[in-house]
Nanobody, 116 residues
Framework: QVQLVESGGGLVQPGGSLRLSCAAS????????MGWYREAPGKQRELVAD???????NYADSVKGRFTISRDNVKNTVALQMNSLKSEDTAVYYC??????????WGQGTQVTVSS
């Protein structure tokens, strides 16, 4: 069992920045993919970005050029730097880890609200 704990959400004005962090309770093997998803009110949960242990990244088109995902394989953490935030980025953001076996773990979520 792996526990994922997110931090860093909050309220920010349009154009501002936030950094989300996620810490795993156990060692995460390099062959696991870590990532961030978000769920806005009335919408399905969607991928924001993910990263392999080797550092390969994948981003949703809506956040390319604005968000950057990073991972520390020693500290078992994954972070999401969010710049140029827009109102449509408002959502609950979830950290996820998926192992090659299919086992998937989710964090409890952290609220990000972009509003003036």
């Amino acid at each position: 069992q792996v526990q994922l704990v997110e931090s860093g959400g909050g309220l920010v004005q349009p154009g501002g920045s936030l950094r989300l962090s996620c810490a795993a309770s156990k060692n995460i093997r390099r062959d696991a993919v870590m990532g961030w998803y978000r769920e806005a009110p009335g919408k399905q949960r969607e991928l924001v970005a993910d990263i392999t242990g080797g550092g390969s990244t994948n981003y949703a088109d809506s956040v390319k050029g604005r968000f950057t995902i990073s991972r520390d394989n020693v500290k078992n953490t994954v972070a999401l730097q969010m710049n140029s935030l827009k109102s449509e980025d408002t959502a609950v953001y979830y950290c996820r880890t998926r192992f090659p076996s299919g086992y998937t773990y989710w964090g409890q979520g952290t609220q990000v609200t972009v509003s003036s």
